[in-house]
């Protein structure tokens, strides 16, 4: 996808989507935690784009944004 950057180069590429935020305290991840870690996770979505985010130390920026090709039905 032409995803290159002088970072990356030296730090690990590693996607992932977040599914739950800082704002989940200990006490709330503690109790629900015997609801959900033996569940099973299994969802699909559509995108039409992939967004690379770099981190400033403060906030997160938008890097580049990598679209896909609508396919022909």
Do not use: Y
């Not at 690990?12 to 704002?23: E, L």
């Not at 200990?26 to 996770?41: G, I, S, T, V, Y």
């Not at 559509?46 to 938008?62: P, S, V």
Request: charged share 25%.
């Amino acid at each position: 996808m032409g995803i290159v950057d002088k970072v990356s180069k030296i730090c690990p590429f590693a996607p992932h989507m977040t599914v739950a935020f800082r704002d989940l305290t200990k006490q709330n991840f503690k109790a629900a935690w015997p609801e959900f870690e033996k569940r099973q996770l299994h969802f699909e979505f559509t995108a039409n784009q992939i967004t690379l985010l770099l981190h400033d130390g403060k906030r997160w920026n938008i890097k580049s944004e990598f679209g896909f090709l609508a396919s022909e039905q």
